[in-house]
């Protein structure tokens, strides 16, 4: 079957860096995309990799290894206002997006 | 802002209710998707429309009807619901279904609540 996983919740300070991974099982692979979801909002796009290799986007890269199946989203400099749910959303064979259940990034002063 | 709308926001309905939601986007965009999402879950696709043809019904109960007048309008007929139905509905919409089309942009949701 198919499959994502993403840790449930992780935990960061501040101004510091955290690294959210994705990992991944479909059937064909056309692309990972990683969206931000705030409390009661709408998922927003934040990046696409479709290549191996890392995508820098100000604060926010993506990385994909497709050979290993994995991403991760790393969040620089973080601030308050990066508290939210981090979607990973993978397009299979059939241009159909399999989704990964989030995962809550709390922020702490 | 997204460019995709949704109303209404919040829905409190009984189970003999019938409902509606709607969805409009003014990206212009050709294919549109209702998903839902449940606490701690991934997002489940109900149904993907694309040029006004559905494409996809993953095997959603009848009681969901979906309805798509035009490329920019997208409605989802709510009758005899559930309680375990309650939950966030999004809408969703992307350039195109062929070749990937692009990331799926989405609408704020409809909070419902089946009482």
Known sequence: GQNIDQPTEMTATEGAIVQINCTYQTSGFNGLFWYQQHAGEAPTFLSYNVLDGLEEKGRFSSFLSRSKGYSYLLLKELQMKDSASYLCACMDSNYQLIWGAGTKLIIKP | ?115
Do not use: I
């Open chain 2, 1 to 115: 802002e997204t460019g995709v709308t949704q109303t209404p926001r919040h829905l409190v309905m009984g189970m003999t209710n019938k409902k509606s939601l709607k969805c409009e986007q003014h990206l212009g965009h050709n294919a549109m998707y209702w998903y839902k999402q449940s606490a701690k879950k991934p997002l489940e696709l109900m149904f993907v429309y694309s040029l006004e043809e559905r494409v996809e019904n993953n095997s959603v109960p009848s009681r969901f009807s979906p309805e798509c007048p035009n490329s920019s309008h997208l409605f989802l007929h709510l009758h005899t619901l559930q309680p375990e139905d309650s939950a966030l509905y999004l809408c969703a919409s992307s350039q195109d279904l062929e070749r990937g089309g692009g990331p799926v942009y989405f609408g704020p949701g409809t909070r419902l609540t089946v009482l």
